[in-house]
C-alpha cells in the first residue's frame, strides 16, 4: 500500500470519526453553498474526499438522489456507510486516489471538496486535480473547494498543507473557471480550537 492510502486507513481505524479535527455535526457552509445553486434533485454531486463528512446524510435527507463519495481510505467510506445503513445503498462509494482513480467523462453538476485540494503540496498533484474536475464535471458545473485560509494551520493530520487566500485558490483552478463566490468559515475542532477556513465556488467552463 502507498503511504497516504497507509496513513489515512490508520486515522480511521483508530480514531472515532468525531475525534478528528475536520469533524463536523453539519456540513453547513457546504449546504449553504450547494442549496444556493438551486439544483434539482437530480444533480448529480461528488464529495470528493468525502471520507466519513456528515454532508451525504444532509444531502440524501435533503432529497438529492445521485450523491457520490470518493476517498483515498475505505475505513471511512465503511464509517459513513455504516452510519447510513439502508439509506447507503443510494449512494455510489467510490475508494481511490482522487488523482488517478477513473472518474466518469462530463458527468457530475457539482464537485464539492473540503479539505482534501490543501493536502496537495506538490504542484504537479494541484494540476492531476484539475485535470480530473475538468474531466469529469459537466460543462458549466459548479466546483465548490474549501481549504485552510492563510492564518490556518500549516500541518494537518501530521501532514503539511497549503494555505490560501480565495484569489490564490482560484489562480490554482485558472481563468477558464469562473469565481463566483468566496467566504470563510471559523470551523471549531472536537476539543474547541478554531480553524480558518476558505470557501471557492466556481462554474467549471463550458
Known amino acids: 500500500m502507498d503511504k497516504p492510502y497507509e496513513h489515512w486507513e490508520q486515522v480511521y481505524q483508530t480514531k472515532p470519526a468525531d475525534a478528528v479535527s475536520w469533524f463536523q455535526e453539519h456540513a453547513t457552509r ?14 448529480k454531486i461528488l464529495d470528493a474526499g468525502g471520507g466519513s463528512s456528515i454532508l451525504v446524510d444532509d444531502l440524501l435527507t435533503g432529497r438529492f438522489k445521485h450523491v457520490s463519495v470518493l476517498d483515498l481510505s475505505a475505513s471511512a467510506l465503511e464509517v ?14 467510490i475508494t481511490g486516489d482522487i488523482l488517478t482513480v477513473e ?18 503540496t506538490d504542484p504537479a498533484d494541484r494540476m492531476a486535480y484539475v485535470g480530473q474536475v475538468m474531466k469529469s464535471v459537466k460543462p458549466g458545473g459548479h466546483v465548490i473547494v474549501a481549504t485552510f485560509a492563510p492564518d490556518g494551520p500549516e500541518q494537518c493530520s501530521g501532514l503539511p498543507v497549503a494555505r490560501y487566500d480565495p484569489d490564490q485558490l482560484h489562480d490554482e483552478f485558472g481563468p477558464s473557471f469562473e469565481l463566483l463566490e468566496h ?10 480550537s478554531v480553524q480558518h477556513f476558505i470557501y471557492c465556488h466556481c462554474r467549471a467552463p463550458y
Not at 80 to 93: E, F, H, I, P, Y
Not at 109 to 116: L, N, S, T
Not at 183 to 192: L, M, N, Q, R, V
Open 103 to 120: 472518474l466518469p467523462e462530463q458527468t457530475y453538476d457539482i464537485w464539492h471538496d473540503r479539505a482534501v485540494f490543501h493536502f496537495l
Open 183 to 192: 467566504s470563510s468559515e471559523e470551523h471549531k475542532t472536537p476539543w474547541g
Open 30 to 43: 457546504s449546504l449553504e453553498i450547494i442549496r444556493s445553486i438551486g439544483a434539482t434533485s437530480d444533480a
Open 80 to 93: 459513513a456507510r455504516r452510519r447510513l445503513g439502508s439509506l447507503g445503498q443510494n449512494v455510489t462509494w
